[in-house]
């Protein structure tokens, strides 16, 4: 089908609580923001637009990053989830018309540009393509970043189903698996989150 036109949608409002290091956008990462670095890879990838989701420590991280290429889109909601962050990211991104949304997150620091652009070669209208990677007994497991058709992102937003508190995409996703197709991208990315602190390995 080619790659459609895309808006990136970068969720990163939450507080990394857990990590107890600020704002999962302002982890290091080679000497410069994490969120930096995402909105990098999403550019070099095709994405035409990024919608940059914020919430936690969001004047912190206007001031201390460099948000160039991206546009920031505040959640003043973000402490109820995030479900609350999708919503606001892909209700913007729709506006913008483009014939695919891509939802990434920012605490993937091993999401590459050959992987979003793996994506969304593989975009079809109305379905869903998730990013998928193998786990250690060899099985492909779904995770992001996740493009959805302009027409299914709609649907998401229309359907309410993504408004219990931090559900995100998951639970329409859920709902509608006969629209989601897994591309393998383990050859070309690290789909692990920065979740813990044992995780802080990854931004090495």
Known sequence: MGEPATTAVLLAAGAGTRLGRGPKALLPFHGRPLVEHQIRVLLAG??????????????RILAEADLAGASPVLNPDWPHGMGTSYRQGMAAAVQLRPSAVLVALVDQPGLTAAAVSRLRSSWQPGRIAAAGYRDGDGRLRRGHPVLFDRSIAVRSLESGVTGGQDTGARAFLASHPELVDVTDCSDLADGRDVDTKADLVLLD
């Open 46 to 59: 095709g994405c035409r637009d990024v919608l940059v989701v914020l919430g936690a420590g969001s004047t």
